[in-house]
């Protein structure tokens, strides 16, 4: 929960007592291992989870094995907000690290939502902030040199996992295959290699045990025409509607066909 209340205290100021009762919470900690599902497609998610550590891949695979990745769930992001409509996933997730996680049921996530719209106004944030993200994909992938592709995906995840985790402003973990970065991309993992390698020449990044360093985040922005607009790093003016738990409740359960 750390990690989550890090993240999203970057962008909304949230009385204490909201935060106490998400410490009131029936949180049961879980670690899955890398490769473990966490979500499968057609089933229904019984859970809300808040990662604590680790990283996860929310993904869709055609029937003849071909895997497109939409997002990667990283410190202090919760997923996944369908158990509110419950309805079956139409998407997988699976650890691709270690992932140390707090799970809570999704009978007491829904009370929990309508009981205070402070916390029903902080996941409706939350999961405005992912849509966001959604829609950069789409452009990242359908408009974006493969060389812009690979610059723009590093410096978002930097971005994202220094809001949750502090620390370096310039390193990033980096637990992803050429083959996953390739399935984020559309590219070949090939490809993928290649392009890094002349990121690498260039002198914007460096690579060793793990970790990217990003050498020169001004050209690597330049070069990606990255900002962090859709990312919302910004401080909101946020001021909570009563009527936000519901807007939350019945917004994902008609975007899945749910009318109750």
């Avoid at 291992?33 to 989870?49: L, Q, S, T």
């Avoid at 040199?145 to 502090?166: D, F, N, P, T, Y």
């Amino acid at each position: 929960m750390d990690a989550f209340r890090n993240r999203l205290s970057r962008y909304v100021t949230l009385p204490p007592d909201v935060w106490e009762r998400f410490d009131h919470l029936d949180l049961r900690s879980r670690v899955f291992h890398a490769n473990e599902d966490i979500i499968r497609v057609g089933e229904k998610p019984r859970n809300m989870y808040f990662v604590k550590d680790g990283w996860a891949i929310r993904y869709r695979t055609l029937d003849d094995g071909r895997r497109q990745i939409v997002n990667f769930m990283l410190p202090g992001d919760v997923f996944d907000l369908q158990v509110v409509a419950g309805v079956e996933a139409d998407h997988s997730v699976t650890a691709l690290t270690r992932m140390a996680v707090q799970a809570v049921s999704a009978e007491q996530f829904i009370h929990c939502l309508r009981s205070n719209a402070d916390i029903a106004s902080a996941f409706w944030w939350a999961s405005v902030q992912e849509e966001s993200i959604l829609r950069e994909q789409i452009v990242r992938i359908g408009r974006r040199s493969a060389k812009e592709r690979i610059a723009h995906l590093l410096l978002e995840l930097q971005r994202r996992m220094h809001a949750a985790m502090g620390g370096s402003e310039v390193h990033l973990p980096m637990p992803l295959t050429r083959t996953d970065m390739a399935d984020a991309l559309g590219l070949t993992p090939v490809h993928v290699s290649r392009t890094m390698s002349a990121l690498r020449r260039a002198g914007l990044i460096d690579e060793s045990r793990g970790q990217i360093t990003i050498l020169d985040r001004d050209r690597l922005t330049a070069l990606s025409q990255f900002d962090t607009d859709y990312l919302h790093m910004r401080k909101l003016d946020f001021v909570a509607q009563p009527e936000l738990a519901e807007r939350a409740l019945n917004g994902a359960r008609m975007e899945n066909g749910v009318v109750r």
